[in-house]
């Protein structure tokens, strides 16, 4: 398909404002909406990790792409409210927002992941565009919408604009990924976040599945040259390798309150861990409030709380100002 600036457009009269550009956390992927039995709700992994970072008085800027559609207005109001840049949304007349069915199961969830949405088309050009006004602290993809070649083109020019460290939270969605496209983001990320599923994935590609966990993140670290590599467990607690293959382990999350879904921790693990990295905390700092945050999210359903409220108790105890 020919692609005309029109049919790539930006958010119509928007433009990103200057006001701590220099330190923004660019966002590149997926737009969605996790339609529950009952409801449905806005998510998506960028989207989930950019508003948690809205939270916590970082300057997200999300690069995504929606259909033209009620989900987008509702997206753009959305992210409005919580003060969030929109002109990175880009529109498309053809496709639809992406949706995603959630099966709950057990006390957890699998998805459905739709094809050929709107994300799947996120344009190259409209991306640089966006990039234009932004000196980025960190940039952050994924792998969920590389499973097309207009949105694999428009990662490659985001990965080549950002002069930045990059941030690889790889979301394995089956059969929305293959070995070029799990090795291609690796080789681009400096530092990656997975859980230890996805470790165990990851480490069958590369024939590394004989190993123990620790020393196929070693593997792994040497042969992509990644600074640090962090695994989340779950309730088991996460463990970070760091630049000199050291190892830090934080425990679970002290809580015993009641899981309403497990939808958008990982999410929620990879913006505290972000907000960590950025404001200099120490490694077992960063991954015990990472670990004790994502499991605050299960509390809750869907990927995040609607009140910004629930963040103040956390905004205290780790002296962040707004």
Same mark, same amino acid.
């Given at each position: 398909?020919?692609?005309?600036?029109?049919?790539?457009?930006?958010?119509?009269?928007?433009?990103?404002?200057?006001?701590?550009?220099?330190?923004?956390?660019?966002?590149?992927?997926?737009?969605?909406?996790?339609?529950?039995?009952?409801?449905?709700?806005?998510?998506?992994?960028?989207?989930?990790?950019?508003?948690?970072?809205?939270?916590?008085?970082?300057?997200?800027?999300?690069?995504?792409?929606? /259909?033209?559609?009620? *989900?987008?207005?509702?997206?753009? #109001?959305?992210? !409005?409210?919580?003060?969030? @840049?929109?002109? $990175?949304? +880009?529109?498309?007349?053809?496709?639809?927002?992406?949706?995603?069915?959630?099966?709950?199961?057990?006390?957890?969830?699998?998805?459905?992941?739709?094809?050929?949405?709107?994300?799947?088309?996120?344009?190259?050009?409209?991306?640089?565009?966006?990039?234009?006004?932004?000196?980025?602290?960190?940039?952050?993809?994924?792998?969920?919408?590389?499973?097309?070649?207009?949105?694999?083109?428009?990662?490659?020019?985001?990965?080549?604009?950002?002069?930045?460290?990059?941030?690889?939270?790889?979301?394995?969605?089956?059969?929305?990924?293959?070995?070029?496209?799990?090795?291609?983001?690796?080789?681009?990320?400096?530092?990656?976040?997975?859980?230890?599923?996805?470790?165990?994935?990851?480490? /069958?590609?590369?024939? *590394?599945?004989?190993?123990?966990? #620790?020393?196929? !993140?070693?593997?792994?670290? @040497?042969?992509? $040259?990644? +600074?640090?590599?962090?695994?989340?467990?779950?309730?088991?607690?996460?463990?970070?390798?760091?630049?000199?293959?050291?190892?830090?382990?934080?425990?679970?999350?002290?809580?015993?309150?009641?899981?309403?879904?497990?939808?958008?921790?990982?999410?929620?693990?990879?913006?505290?861990?972000?907000?960590?990295?950025?404001?200099?905390?120490?490694?077992?700092?960063?991954?015990?409030?990472?670990?004790?945050?994502?499991?605050?999210?299960?509390?809750?359903?869907?990927?995040?709380?609607?009140?910004?409220?629930?963040?103040?108790?956390?905004?205290?105890?780790?002296?962040?100002?707004?």
């Amino acid at each position: 398909m020919t692609y005309t600036y029109g049919d790539n457009r930006l958010l119509s009269g928007a433009s990103l404002k200057p006001e701590n550009l220099a330190d923004a956390v660019v966002l590149f992927g997926e737009v969605l909406a996790d339609v529950f039995p009952d409801q449905s709700v806005l998510g998506g992994a960028p989207f989930n990790v950019a508003r948690h970072l809205q939270a916590f008085d970082l300057t997200p800027v999300l690069i995504s792409r929606t /259909g033209s559609d009620a *989900l987008r207005d509702a997206l753009l #109001e959305e992210m !409005a409210r919580l003060g969030m @840049q929109v002109a $990175g949304v +880009q529109c498309d007349e053809e496709r639809p927002t992406g949706q995603v069915q959630v099966i709950l199961e057990n006390g957890s969830h699998r998805f459905d992941i739709l094809p050929d949405q709107a994300y799947d088309h996120i344009c190259a050009e409209a991306t640089q565009e966006a990039l234009a006004a932004i000196r980025p602290r960190l940039a952050y993809f994924g792998t969920l919408a590389q499973r097309s070649p207009q949105s694999r083109l428009a990662v490659e020019r985001f990965l080549q604009t950002c002069n930045c460290p990059v941030f690889l939270d790889i979301n394995l969605r089956e059969p929305w990924y293959d070995e070029a496209t799990i090795a291609t983001s690796l080789g681009a990320a400096d530092i990656v976040k997975l859980n230890e599923d996805e470790l165990a994935v990851v480490a /069958g590609v590369f024939d *590394l599945d004989h190993l123990s966990h #620790e020393a196929q !993140a070693m593997a792994l670290q @040497q042969r992509f $040259g990644l +600074q640090q590599l962090v695994v989340t467990c779950g309730a088991s607690g996460s463990w970070l390798l760091d630049e000199r293959q050291k190892v830090t382990r934080a425990a679970p999350a002290g809580t015993s309150q009641p899981v309403a879904d497990t939808v958008g921790a990982g999410d929620a693990y990879a913006a505290v861990f972000i907000l960590g990295l950025l404001s200099q905390w120490d490694a077992p700092t960063t991954l015990q409030r990472a670990s004790d945050y994502a499991a605050a999210i299960c509390q809750v359903r869907g990927s995040a709380p609607a009140s910004t409220a629930f963040h103040q108790p956390l905004r205290v105890a780790w002296n962040i100002e707004r």
